[in-house]
């Protein structure tokens, strides 16, 4: 036996002399397995000399070492994985959905952003929780609201102007009506016009990679008098999440909304909801499709009447046009997808907006309209009248359904 060989063998003989007083048999076993394997080649037989303890012994010892470090927690753990009681969302699968549930009919916050903020306390949310079958607390509900990307904030006017006093009850309205058509298989789309893009060399908003000194070359300046625009006007199937845009040659009208709405329904709203007698329409309050235009009521009588269904159309309250969810579940992923490139061409822009793609399987078909819609059509006070127009008691203005001319019956 060389001479470090025999050092080690007594250091070992000397540590398990001085601890084996307070070791118990597991200890002994697993303290001379811990000397085995620092010991390295012939271990198991040193050990055995310097402790008594038997080979059997030892390499059960070496066996729960392995185990131990295995199942050991891992670093900043105290517990191994899988260690103690399940998390509560996972013994309440139900539990996530239902408070997201109940936070999305009162949320305030910019859509557009990542954070939200609700107004309903911590206690609160945990109360109506607990009633709807999902025993939860307070400190509960304020864990799992961040990382459903919800904060706490004070209220604060971020809108231009004076909100309306029944904003938050219309965007009830608009919530109750969207499950209903949906419960009944019905379609519910989210219509709006984009803003208008210039056609040509002109720079676009945003940053693209591109080689090194290889930017695509715009115009130093934007002329927008005479230069050819696009105007991009969508239709968001809120169920499907997909959608339509037709990209305009000429003016933003509520003929030119209608008839988008109209080639929705032909190329895709048609073949999904083939047995639709119904369609809820949720659009801003202002615009092509306002609650005050005249032709965009007239024109939804005459798409009612092709259609052969009632249109109902429920209007976001003044100032909230960020909260349409076309604008945060579809035109800003189009906005996304063609930053930084000048938008040469109308087949540009549709090739563009047609491969605006999303992680949640987001699709959109894209056509140009050539049609040329003209600013300013007169309504008369008749065809007024004609229109086969049916108010809600809450807003009439904002919520009414528009039924075919054959719905009414003959005198």
């Not at 715009?218 to 969508?234: E, L």
């Not at 709405?261 to 047995?275: E, L, N, Q, V």
């Not at 949720?282 to 939804?300: F, I, P, T």
Request: charged residues 25%; glycine residues 10%.
């Amino acid at each position: 036996m060389s001479s470090r060989y025999a050092e080690k063998e007594d250091a070992v003989r000397e540590r398990f002399t001085r601890l084996a007083p307070t070791l118990d048999e597991r200890g002994r076993r697993l303290f001379g397995a811990n000397e085995a394997i620092q010991f390295g080649y012939g271990g198991v037989f040193a050990v055995r000399r310097a402790t008594g303890l038997a080979k059997n012994t030892l390499k059960r010892g070496i066996a729960e070492l392995q185990d131990l470090e295995r199942l050991a927690p891992p670093a900043g753990r105290q517990r191994r994985a899988g260690a103690g009681p399940k998390p509560l969302t996972e013994r309440d699968p139900g539990l996530r959905p239902a408070l997201i549930e109940l936070v999305a009919s009162s949320t305030h916050g910019d859509p557009m952003r990542p954070l939200l903020h609700t107004s309903k306390s911590a206690e609160k949310l945990a109360r109506e929780l607990t009633a709807a079958g999902h025993p939860v607390s307070g400190d509960t509900v304020l864990r799992l609201l961040p990382e459903l990307g919800f904060t706490m904030q004070k209220t604060q006017k971020t809108l231009a102007g004076a909100q309306h006093e029944d904003r938050d009850a219309q965007f009830q309205r608009i919530n109750a009506l969207t499950k209903l058509f949906q419960a009944t298989g019905q379609p519910v789309v989210s219509v709006d016009t984009k803003k208008k893009e210039l056609v040509g060399e002109y720079a676009n908003g945003g940053r693209e990679w591109h080689p090194s000194g290889e930017a695509p070359r715009v115009m130093d300046h934007d002329f927008p008098n005479g230069v050819p625009k696009a105007v991009p006007y969508g239709v968001y199937d809120i169920a499907r999440n997909t959608g339509w845009v037709s990209v305009g040659v000429s003016g933003d009208t509520a003929e030119f909304a209608t008839a988008t709405i109209g080639r929705w329904w032909d190329h895709m709203g048609s073949p999904i909801y083939p047995g639709a007698t119904d369609l809820l329409v949720v659009a801003d309050c202002g615009g092509s499709n306002g609650y005050r235009v005249r032709l965009w009521r007239l024109q939804l009588q005459r798409l009612a009447d092709r259609l052969g269904m009632a249109i109902t159309v429920a209007h976001l309250p003044p100032a909230t046009s960020k909260w349409n969810k076309i604008e945060h579940r579809m035109f800003s992923f189009i906005s996304l997808n063609w930053r930084g490139r000048p938008l040469l061409s109308y087949e540009t822009i549709v090739q563009l907006i047609g491969s605006t793609t999303t992680s949640k399987g987001l699709e959109i078909r894209c056509e140009i309209d050539q049609a040329a819609y003209v600013k300013g059509k007169k309504v008369s006070d008749a065809d007024l009248d004609a229109i086969l127009i049916e108010r809600d008691e809450f807003h009439g203005e904002w919520n009414y359904t528009i039924f075919p001319h054959a719905f009414r019956e003959d005198p």
